[in-house]
């Protein structure tokens, strides 16, 4: 890898309905250390509607009770970000709850489940194993306001605006923008046509401008990607690429769909020094059936120096691919990316500066103003 010490995020998605998978693992590495994951196991099950432009809200929220024979109860709530905490407020309504010994708030770390009690049936209200980020459990309160549960959840990192309380695509792309600051993304992998179309949901989700360098350099070129290669070979191509991501390097508010394999800069070893601009997510066909064995891959893929794309900041792992599919691996990179960036909020700033430097291939360890690379032997960046 290029450099001596990185944060990555992985993220496994499994094409199976029935094992639908996706998990955000904090990968530390070092060259001395190697690589550590922990992994966070979530579910993409939400479907409220969000309005990112405002700080409260009322959605309708849907889930299946815990019980195969209960009814889907359709919730409304309403939800509040003050802060240091969030405040959630669900209209009981026709619960006919008698007392608070009726209600079953179960807090954890990212997960929450309300349940209550109602003619002797226990009755799931929600349930998510995926909060929109952390909170501090033993911190929960929760009272009946009339006919409205409130429950307050002090959050972990109170600089961190939820949109909602779940994670969801929409909370997801409301949320991420204070995040990424206006940051590029770059999608990399084996796949131009899955980097264009996950690229695409990105770029639309976050309001980001969708960039394809197959479609750039192919306007440029007035051929085909396939024909140029045919007529001048993959070198060319991946340095006519090259050569575009260096364009696009200064870019902000952009996804960027590279192309896939060895026809791709990102696919080599030498031209990564304008990637590093923004953040690289490397979209990884695998056969793994499960988390164990995606992790156990992505580690090996990572501490494998030879490998191009182990310079990637952001793993996810698919398991097959449908096109359908596009916006459920959107939302497992963008997922990835926020845990990413809350490990060090500096990243984006780090970034910015890292272009306004000159994108001299110095990444992450940033040297001052007026560092040659040349002078650190450094020629494996590209030009």
Not at 253 to 266: I, W
Not at 271 to 284: D, E, K, P, Q
Request: contains cysteine; hydrophobic residues 35%; glycine residues 6%.
């Amino acid at each position: 890898m290029a450099s001596t010490s990185f944060t990555s995020a992985l993220c496994f998605f499994s094409q199976n309905p029935i094992r639908n998978l996706q998990f955000s693992s904090p990968i530390s590495s070092s060259s001395s250390s190697g690589v550590a994951f922990s992994s966070i196991s979530t579910a993409l099950t939400s479907c409220s509607s969000l309005s990112p432009s405002n700080s409260r809200f009322s959605s309708r929220f849907t889930r299946n009770c815990s019980s195969s024979t209960a009814p889907v109860r359709t919730l409304d709530y309403e939800f509040t970000d003050s802060s240091s905490e969030v405040e959630l407020r669900l209209q009981l309504g026709t619960q006919d709850i008698r007392s608070s010994k009726d209600v079953y708030v179960d807090a954890n770390e990212t997960s929450l489940t309300i349940r209550v009690q109602r003619l002797g049936s226990i009755i799931t209200l929600l349930e998510t194993k995926q909060l929109f980020e952390k909170i501090k459990p033993a911190e929960t309160i929760w009272y009946i306001d009339e006919d409205q549960l409130v429950i307050n959840l002090k959050k972990h990192d109170p600089d961190l605006k939820w949109p909602d309380i779940v994670e969801s695509w929409e909370s997801l792309t409301a949320g991420s923008t204070q995040l990424l600051k206006g940051t590029s993304i770059f999608l990399i992998g084996d796949s131009t046509d899955i980097n264009q179309k996950v690229a695409h949901e990105l770029a639309v989700g976050l309001g980001y401008t969708p960039l394809s360098t197959k479609e750039l350099l192919e306007t440029f070129s007035k051929q085909t990607i396939d024909s140029w290669m045919l007529a001048e070979g993959s070198n060319a191509v991946a340095q006519a690429e090259n050569t575009v991501i260096e364009s696009l390097s200064s870019h902000v508010r952009a996804v960027v769909a590279t192309l896939g394999g060895r026809l791709g800069a990102a696919g080599r070893t030498d031209t990564w020094r304008h990637l590093y601009a923004g953040f690289t997510v490397w979209l990884s066909q695998t056969e793994a059936t499960d988390e164990s064995a995606a992790k156990e891959e992505a580690k090996r893929h990572m501490q494998d120096s030879q490998l191009a794309y182990s310079n990637a900041e952001v793993v996810v792992k698919l398991q097959g691919w449908d096109d359908a599919h596009s916006k459920v691996v959107a939302q497992a990179a963008l997922s990835a990316l926020k845990q990413l960036i809350l490990s060090d909020k500096n990243l984006p700033d780090k970034k910015s500066l890292y272009i306004r430097l000159g994108c001299r291939g110095d990444w992450p360890n940033i040297k001052p103003p007026g560092w040659d690379p040349a002078s650190d032997g450094i020629t494996n960046t590209g030009t």
